[in-house]
């Protein structure tokens, strides 16, 4: 049977959290929310929930976030974040993992003590596709985007290759466009994604789905390398995914497939005939010859890479394209990556969650059930989710229904804070002192090579002890969307120099929260970066001495705690100081000053010759005759 934890922990007068203690000594798994026994263990939670009786004890798992803390106090997810905000002086999201420090702190603001048991297990899915075991691990077939210049084949090898291999088993040939498809070797299948280019390779990737396991590059014989084929190298290169380089075009009279080999290298890719590891194939999509080869080349890529998912584990996908249909209602493209998705499951995805009520192939015949790497249409979700969002597998619609609420909840609270994973120039520190970041990423786009060179030169010269800068991209031309996409992925600042942005750059950059620098003076540039620079240096900082009091009389109040009465001998005291406490030659405390009161009056600060009452944070042993040396840390420029 299923049990509720909440509604068991309020049988004995308990908070779910004090269950979980019992539950885990027991070794019964259990999501937070409740847990599968027979009526024999439940009997056995049952005696130890009531040994607990009055225990103000919870336990929860490492790294624990204030959404757990909610469930296990069972108190509203929003009166935990007040309490970080207001009291710990704490930024965090519903799932940001909390240090046992603030977690300590944050339960103890309910009255309780925390003990950090064995993480949390879901319960185990009993479905058909599990049957509570895992499958263990299986060969996948590779998940392969094609990128490159806008017209130097791309779509004609997609259609070359869709024809030669797919169209014959589409029923009345007619294609069902799924943004996905499949193509069966003797020895394989490949899975292509039909997306438009490195734009929608590079927006999924800023979401964080690592969808392709490898990337084709389309060079065409006769054009060579061009700033778009730079480009979409970049983006492959960013992703960490292996590319295998097409070269394109070759029935052409004026092709010269080896000016494209003598190209790459400059861009730091080497072919295999050159004694490098990237693999190059000359192919036709007219003529289709090569193409064979290429297919082969992408299955011995995948054979080394090793691919392998779980057919029965966990399912997992991600969504490679979404919209509204009339009639049909939200429509998804998902990419399975583990697991097993079956019609009837309930699944969230992103902010939106559902049923799935059907799906199609990639040649737009219902099926059943999809496995990894299999791209599939599926309807049945309660919105139009994104592209890259993943998609996760729960036991019942109501829970996919609370998981999704969490989410959109904390997108919004993402928004009010403008939590972007853009960057700005002032976003800098912040991620700084976040993530430890000691590079300031740029994108450089030039009216003209020669200033291309110039202000890349220069710039690459920028660069101190703690931070240096990298040039992700640079390139001739307008500031295009791409650009954005790729600065966005990258967290990079786009520096223009004598051109501007085109105008879906500039709205895409104010929705990614991407900053755009326009200059027309080379030295104005580099003076601007280099202060950029300047400003993602370590803060450094000095203590700075404020004032001195004596403290006098010890105050008992039932409701307000202990107040040191104390007199200000020196200098002034602020509210939230820092401070010492010093007994004769003895530290006795070094900490913070809590509450200030003059008279009966909160006041944020009190100066010498004024008589006050104050607190300290988390001490309350200090005596008559003590004195309080108050200070602060200030910010110096180095």
């Known amino acids: 049977m299923t049990v509720n934890i909440a509604e068991l922990a309020k049988e004995f007068d308990l908070v779910p959290g004090t269950v979980y203690g019992v539950l885990n000594e027991l070794g019964i798994e259990h999501d937070g929310v409740s847990f599968e026994v027979d009526d024999e263990t439940l009997e056995l939670v049952r005696e130890g929930a009531k040994e607990r009786a009055g225990s103000k004890e919870i336990e929860l798992r490492p790294n624990a976030t204030p959404r757990d803390v ?73 998940v392969v985007t094609i990128m490159g210049h806008v017209d130097h084949g791309k779509t004609s090898l997609l259609d070359y290759i869709r024809k030669a291999n797919v169209a014959a088993k589409e029923a009345g040939g007619i294609t069902q466009h799924i943004g996905a498809y499949q193509v069966e070797l003797p020895e394989g299948k490949i899975t292509f994604l039909d997306t438009p280019g490195h734009a929608a390779f590079t927006a999924m990737r800023a979401r964080g789905a690592n969808v392709t396991d490898i990337a084709i590059l389309v060079v065409a014989a006769d054009d060579g390398v061009m700033p778009t084929t730079k480009e979409a190298i970049q983006h492959a290169k960013n992703a960490n995914v292996p590319m295998i380089v097409a070269v394109n075009k070759i029935d052409r009279p004026d092709a010269n497939p080896d000016r ?50 779980d057919p029965k584990g966990e399912v997992t996908g991600t969504v490679v394209e979404a919209k509204m249909e009339k009639g049909r209602g939200p429509v998804a493209t998902v990419l399975v990556q583990t697991g097993t998705l079956k019609v009837g499951d309930a699944i969230v995805v992103g902010s939106t969650f559902g049923r799935i009520k059907a799906m199609a192939d990639y040649l737009g015949q219902k099926i059943t059930e999809a496995g990894p790497s299999v791209p599939v249409e599926l309807l049945g979700l309660s919105d139009v989710p994104g592209a890259g969002d993943r998609v996760q597998w729960v036991k019942d619609e109501r829970a996919a ?24 120039r002032s976003g800098l520190l912040t991620k700084l002192n976040a993530e430890g970041l000691k590079q300031l990423n740029l994108i450089i786009k030039a009216d003209v090579q020669g200033s291309v060179e110039a202000v890349k030169g220069m710039l690459e010269k920028l660069k101190n002890e703690e931070v240096e800068t990298k040039i992700v991209l640079s390139g001739v031309g307008t500031i295009t969307e791409s650009d954005i996409l790729l600065a966005n992925a990258s967290d990079a600042i786009v520096v223009g120099f004598n051109v501007k942005p085109e105008g879906g750059a500039r709205k895409e950059a104010e929705k990614q929260n991407v900053e755009i620098r326009t200059y027309q003076i080379i030295y104005e540039l580099i003076e601007d970066i280099e202060s950029a620079l300047k400003g993602m240096l370590e803060p450094k900082f000095e203590e700075q001495y404020l004032g001195t009091a004596e403290i006098r009389v010890r105050f008992q109040f039932s409701r307000k705690g202990i107040i040191a009465g104390s007199y200000v001998t020196d200098g002034k005291l602020t509210r939230n100081a820092k401070c010492r406490v010093r007994r004769g030659k003895d530290l006795v405390y070094d900490g913070q000053i809590g509450t200030l009161k003059h008279l009966k009056d909160d006041v944020r600060e009190v100066t010498m010759g ?16 003590d004195i309080v040396e108050a200070y602060e840390m200030v910010q110096i420029n180095a």
Do not use: H
Not at 610 to 625: H, K, P, S, Y
């Open 70 to 142: 909610s469930l296990g106090l069972d108190v509203p997810q929003q009166e935990v974040q007040k309490r970080l905000l207001t009291k710990l002086k704490t930024m965090a999201t519903l799932t940001t993992a909390l240090k046992l420090d603030v977690l300590e702190k944050l339960v103890a603001e309910f009255g309780y003590t925390v003990k950090i048991g064995e993480p949390a297990t879901p319960k185990p899915k009993t479905d058909s596709r599990t049957n509570g075991k895992a499958g263990g691990l299986q060969a996948r077939p590779p």
């Open 260 to 309: 494209v080999l003598q190209q790459l290298p400059e861009f730091g890719v080497i072919p295999e005939a050159y004694g490098g590891q990237t693999i190059t194939v000359n192919v036709s999509a007219i003529t289709g010859e090569g193409v064979p080869s290429l297919l082969e080349m992408i299955l011995l890529q995948a054979e080394v890479m090793d691919l392998k998912a």
């Open 401 to 424: 229904r609370e998981i999704a609420e969490t989410r959109a909840t904390e997108i919004r609270a993402k928004t009010i804070f403008q939590a972007s994973r853009g960057m700005t």
């Open 610 to 625: 004024m008589e006050c009452g104050l607190t300290f944070n988390d001490w309350t042993d200090f005596q008559e005759g």
